[in-house]
């Protein structure tokens, strides 16, 4: 599904360039599971940025499904973000005055879908990572592993082909953490394609492949036995 190549990212700081990514090359089969690993300042959050269309490589290219996503414009690039993403963050990124239900059906209002269809597929997203009964409770009322369950209904919201999740159990405690993970590996186990970017290793555990980044470069790809 994912199929890049030389990829590199460089960032212009004063008078210096920085590589934030020096050359790489990776692919990923639909349905994978995979962690990014990597300190910070490693590339990886740069890496995750240009495969969800938030960012453009400098140079190399990216294939998604056959398409050239380096030549998209603005417009297509936004587009493919809407269709063919969902994004999952550490800091959930829920819109205080809005309820579970309403936070979920934000990318569908985007995608131009009608209210009656958006409730709906919002009021199941939630059901599916078990919040239906919390649908009309606002994030405030909500513990930290309810928003985060929440923030992954809004990026299952318009059925990505890939799951993109940064550092996602970064602000919950252990217990939390776990049970969130447990939700990626069933979403995985249904044929959702997962990518998953940490720096903690125990995270990087739960997935079956392990791609490790230093330095913008990758240093080490590994599959579990079974995968």
Do not use: C
């Not at 199929?3 to 700081?13: A, G, Q």
């Not at 056959?66 to 829920?94: N, P």
């Amino acid at each position: 599904m994912i199929d890049i190549k030389d990829l590199r990212k460089v960032f212009v700081m004063g008078e210096e360039e920085v590589a934030a990514l020096a050359g790489v090359t990776l692919s990923i089969a639909r349905g994978e599971n995979v962690a990014v690993i990597g300190p910070s300042g490693s590339g990886k959050s740069s890496l995750m940025n240009i495969l969800g269309g938030l960012d453009r490589p400098t140079s190399g290219s990216y294939l998604f499904d056959g398409e050239d996503v380096g030549s998209f414009g603005d417009d297509e690039l936004a587009s493919f973000r809407r269709r063919r993403i969902g994004f999952v963050f550490q800091s959930f990124q829920l819109l205080p005055r809005l309820t579970a239900l309403q936070n979920v059906e934000l990318p569908m209002i985007y995608a131009g879908l009608e209210p009656r269809e958006r409730r709906e597929r919002a009021a199941a997203m939630l059901d599916r990572v078990g919040l239906g009964p919390r649908k009309g409770h606002r994030p405030t009322q909500l513990s930290g592993g309810q928003q985060q369950r929440v923030a992954i209904a809004r990026a299952l919201a318009n059925s990505p082909d890939l799951l993109l999740a940064d550092e996602p159990t970064g602000a919950l405690d252990t217990q939390t953490g776990l049970e969130v993970l447990a939700l990626f590996k069933e979403l995985n186990a249904g044929g959702l394609t997962l990518i998953l970017v940490t720096h903690d290793l125990d995270v990087a555990a739960a997935a079956r492949r392990r791609v490790s980044f230093r330095d913008g470069l990758i240093v080490s790809d590994e599959r579990d036995a079974a995968a």
